[in-house]
């Protein structure tokens, strides 16, 4: 899991990780914290105007 104290929006890149996407740090190259992935999803659905 991804110990960094800040994930920006432009940071984060997908990889497989088996049959599933996982969204990653691309600074460290580990996975997001369940607490990081839900504050990008919420970053990515206002970046895309759907609230």
Do not use: R
Not at 5 to 27: C, D, I, Q, R, S
């Amino acid at each position: 899991m991804c110990k960094c104290p800040k994930v920006h929006f432009y940071e984060v890149e997908f990889k497989l990780a088996g049959m599933n996407v996982v969204p990653t740090h691309k600074n460290c190259g580990d996975s997001l914290s369940e607490d990081q992935s839900s504050k990008f999803e919420k970053e990515l659905i206002k970046h895309w105007g759907f609230e």
